[in-house]
């Protein structure tokens, strides 16, 4: 049975923006995951970066943790690194920082989860998010399986790219099916299908999928496109035709 799942990376701009707001749903990020939540079940992950610019996550208040909390079934927060210019191992991209020490990708880590705890309790926390340039060593993984609320898998490449720390052959395996189980670090890595920005055809794309697990995302940067909103609802509206159901592939472990 087919299963789908919405993620967003980059996700910082949205939740400072949100302070803004009496009510969490005024907020036009919000309001429209909330709107195809409640029409068509969707969820969404949003994988955070600690800091961006001059601000970082400590400048989010805990306003609106009730409402947080009272939606964690649909709308999950993960780690997606500490900001734009740090990687935790080699990736495709060049980056300035690079965090690939277990002691060093845990304190990114913990400093990531003590913040999304404050603003929304740790029942919020998606333990399976995509990393940033989906760069991890081995014992980046390691810090991040390791610590309080650690993660159960990660998010691997939409493309050909080896994601973290996989040699080529597995990087191939995955490449063919949804889900890979590493028994070393006993983590799971599902394959992301698509990146919204770069399928401008999503409906095509999702009915000529043959594996099981349509993994979709998109980058904070896009969510003032209308076009994009357009792909997310264009998408459910496929799931809701065809019986699709929406979740979280940490939960998918569990079933």
Not at 34 to 49: I, M, Q, R
Not at 150 to 178: C, H, N, T, W
Not at 234 to 239: E, G, I, M, P, S
């Amino acid at each position: 049975m087919k299963r789908m799942h919405f993620s967003i990376d980059d996700f910082f701009e949205t939740l400072i923006d949100a302070d803004q707001y009496d009510n969490l749903w005024e907020q036009p990020v919000f309001a429209r995951m909330k709107e195809l939540h409640e029409k068509y079940g969707a969820t969404f992950s949003c994988y955070c970066f600690y800091e961006v610019g001059e601000q970082t996550l400590e400048d989010v208040s805990d306003y609106h943790w009730h409402e947080f909390v009272m939606n964690q079934d649909w709308l999950k927060f993960g780690f997606h690194g500490r900001n734009k210019d740090t990687a935790y191992g080699p990736s495709k991209f060049p980056a300035e920082h690079v965090h690939d020490t277990y002691e060093q990708a845990a304190e990114d880590y913990e400093d990531v989860m003590d913040q999304l705890r404050t603003i929304m309790s740790e029942d919020c926390i998606d333990h399976m998010p995509r990393v940033h340039f989906y760069a991890g060593s081995w014992e980046a993984c390691r810090a991040w399986r390791d610590a309080k609320y650690g993660i159960k898998g990660l998010l691997s490449a939409e493309d050909d790219r080896i994601s973290y720390y996989f040699m080529p052959v597995e990087a191939q395996v995955l490449g063919l099916q949804d889900c890979l189980h590493d028994t070393r670090l006993n983590l799971k890595f599902h394959r992301t299908k698509y990146r919204l920005e770069n399928t401008p055809d999503i409906v095509t794309a999702i009915k000529n999928e043959t594996c099981d697990e349509l993994i979709i995302f998109t980058h904070e940067v896009h969510l003032s496109k209308e076009s994009i909103w357009q792909q997310f609802e264009d998408c459910c509206k496929y799931a809701e035709e065809n019986g699709i159901r929406f979740g979280f592939p940490e939960e998918w472990e569990e079933a």
